[in-house]
């Protein structure tokens, strides 16, 4: 078993996509879970893309090979978390910032929360604060998650949020990606950090309690 997770792991760092299918197909032929094939497979190997991209050791070409190859996967798995856990925890809007075109954190994110019983409503890459605001009107969520991968667009978090807790007073504001920590979150009065997408779903369902 733990073979199958490391050749998934492999598959995704390398961005070999086109071996992805068989391989899940091999893992649930093994009564491998779609969760255990995310947390155990996929996300490890995404965690190392992205340690590797933010050190300079991987591209953005190799991170979308990357990326294409986790998505080959989740179009495999998506449907078995959309058949588990069925009651509604609350809405998340999550949005990566202006300026920044990443998007594998912020997706693995909501595929976890949904999986975890959460709705997600994604207004996408790029997004400015007032896209933000437009798309907070209209859902009402119970959690927005704004996400940056570049330290160049910190700042767009900053700005966001700032504006946000001045016009949505209570809302719950959390924050991460690469270059995003712990003090930086405190720093800018957002609600909450998490470091990766485990650590997001378990801040949200402590946020909704």
């Known amino acids: 078993m733990t073979d199958i997770f ?21 893992a649930f032929k093994n009564n491998i879970t779609a969760k255990q094939i995310l947390e155990n497979g996929l996300l490890k190997g995404m965690g190392v893309v ?13 991170v979308l090979m990357s990326a294409k190859a986790f998505k080959t996967a989740m179009v495999l798995i998506n449907p078995f978390f959309l058949q588990g856990e069925k009651s509604n925890r609350g809405k998340v809007l999550m949005g ?14 909501g595929v976890m929360l949904k999986g975890n019983g959460f709705e997600v409503a994604d207004l996408g890459i790029d997004a400015s604060t007032e896209k933000f605001i437009e798309w907070i009107e209209k859902e009402n969520p119970d959690i927005i998650g704004l996400s940056a991968m570049l330290t ?4 767009s978090i900053q700005k966001t949020v700032s504006v ?6 209570g809302k719950k504001i959390i924050v ?3 270059p995003v920590s712990q003090n930086f979150a405190d ?19 402590r946020l909704v309690l």
Not at 50 to 62: A, Q, T, V, Y
Not at 96 to 109: A, E, M, P, R, S
Not at 152 to 155: A, E, F, I, L, P
Not at 187 to 205: F, H, P, Q
Request: glycine content about 10%; aromatic content about 6%; hydrophobic content about 40%.
């Open 176 to 178: 991460g990606g690469a």
């Open 6 to 26: 490391n050749q998934i792991s492999e598959i995704v760092i390398k961005g070999k996509w086109k071996k992805m299918t068989d391989q899940v197909n091999l």
């Open 152 to 155: 160049t667009t910190m700042v």
């Open 187 to 205: 720093s800018i009065r957002a609600t909450g950090y998490a470091k990766n997408a485990i650590d997001a779903v378990e801040l949200c369902k």
């Open 164 to 169: 946000l807790i001045e016009k949505f007073p």
């Open 50 to 62: 992205g340690i590797k991209f933010r050190d300079g050791e991987m591209f953005l070409p190799e």
């Open 96 to 109: 990566t910032v202006k300026g920044d075109i990443h998007d594998i954190g912020k997706n693995l994110v």
